[in-house]
């Protein structure tokens, strides 16, 4: 579904992306993820044909964004991370004019507005103003602007930062619910936001990946091993026991008891295996007799993967050389905004001459969207 071989992209003569090569195929949900800084907007933008590439090659469904722009748009739904909302429309509304903008027909669009408030759960909001809404409700509008035009897959910048707890949640199990229909990726700089969602993590840092594969196989590559909390109750046998049946289990190395907050006879332990040993932990206690009342990866064992695999102190990245040293900042300090500013100002590529040019088709197709919209809105309103 997508493939990016060697892809580089320069603002004036700082290197943001480059080498980055990775495949994602269709029906996968990827999150993409790096410190602020890292290259994930600049990718993510490549491939919504929204910036050109300095060098590589960038294919969506087989056909290269520099050569088909407008067939990869037709494609692509994109979230930028600051999605482009007008606030005085309705949900319902927007979507009508986002896929006017896209190109559907007033009949196919009618149909389908409906359908996209359903499936971003908009319903209840679709007649509110967009500025009344929350953030949440706001990320779902932008959301379901992406996938009115039913693309194949949708690129989303960012889609979860910002968001409360619940909102969270909610922002998941829409995405899961995407899934399937479409392929997605996603970026984000937290790692736990992003590791519940995406079947497959590429860790970017300095414009190049670092490391991919499931939150599983980076934390088992980088930590040598995979740590999960337990916690055991007692059945038949007593609990003081559990220590030496989880250590029994093929492929666990270490096994410690941690502070427990378990009422009564509950015991929690940390568990470290080679590999993923969660289902034989669970048989072989059961079978001796214990329960298990909780089992878990250790969320902090996650972050602490991302941050070696961030730093390039991890061994993985030292072994295979993927990770040069951290920059001083990763963020946005006064200093590299202002180096960001006049990076941009010298950009005159040739590449950001092809780009002005589409984006100034883009623009006249946009403003005859707008006129027509105007025209609709002046037809009605007499
Ligand atoms: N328009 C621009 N002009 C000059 N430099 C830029 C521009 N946009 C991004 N950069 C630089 O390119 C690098 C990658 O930026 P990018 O925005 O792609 O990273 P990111 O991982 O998305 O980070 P963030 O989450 O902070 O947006 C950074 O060093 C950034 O300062």
């Known amino acids: 579904m997508i493939e990016i071989r060697d892809l580089y992209k320069y603002y004036g003569d700082r290197r943001a992306v480059g080498p980055l090569s990775f495949t994602i195929e269709a029906g996968e949900i990827v999150g993409l993820l790096g410190l602020n800084g ?65 190109g559907m027909d007033g009949s196919t669009a009618e ?6 408030l359903e499936m971003t ?52 199990r829409l995405l899961r619910n995407l899934k399937g229909e479409l392929t997605i990726l996603l970026s984000s700089h937290i790692l736990s936001e992003i590791s519940e969602t995406s079947d497959r ?18 934390s088992t590559k980088l930590l040598e091993g995979v740590r999960f909390e337990i916690t055991v109750v007692g059945g038949s046998v007593a609990v003081g026991s559990a220590a030496e049946v989880l250590r029994s289990v093929e492929g666990v190395l270490a096994v410690e008891p941690t502070s427990s907050t378990e009422p009564g006879e509950a015991r ?17 206690l059961v079978a ?18 991302f941050l070696r695999l961030s730093a390039g102190t991890g061994r993985a990245g030292a072994e295979e050389g993927a990770l040069p040293p951290t920059p001083p900042s990763g963020g946005a300090t006064p200093q590299r905004k202002k180096e960001k500013r006049e990076a941009s100002e010298a950009e005159t590529t040739k590449a950001e001459t092809r780009r002005a040019k589409s984006e100034a088709e883009a623009k006249k197709t946009e403003a005859e969207a707008k006129k027509a919209k105007d025209e609709e809105d002046e037809g009605e309103s007499t």
């Open 268 to 284: 929690a332990f940390r568990v470290e295996a080679s590999r993923d040993v969660r289902a034989a932990l669970v048989s072989t």
């Open 111 to 116: 149909k389908r507005v409906p359908e996209v």
């Open 288 to 305: 001796r007799g214990l329960g298990v009342v909780d089992l878990r990866r250790s969320e902090r064992e996650l972050e602490t993967v």
């Open 121 to 172: 759960e908009l319903g209840g909001v679709a007649d509110d103003a967009i500025s009344s809404l929350s953030h949440g409700f706001k990320q779902r509008v932008g959301i379901a602007q992406a996938i009115v035009h039913k693309p194949r897959l949708l690129v989303l910048d960012e889609p979860i930062s910002g968001l409360d707890p619940v909102q969270i949640v909610e922002m998941r």
């Open 38 to 102: 890292a290259g994930k907007t600049t990718t993510l933008r490549i491939l919504a044909c929204d910036l050109l590439p300095s060098s590589g090659t960038v294919l969506v469904d087989g056909l290269d964004v520099v050569d088909n722009p407008h067939e990869v748009r037709s494609r692509i739904g994109y979230l930028p991370d600051r999605p482009p909302l007008y606030d005085e429309m309705t949900p319902r509304d927007f979507l009508a004019f986002a896929a006017k903008l896209r």
């Open 201 to 218: 993590i590429l860790v970017i840092r300095d414009g190049t990946i670092g490391a991919q594969g499931t939150p599983e196989e980076l």
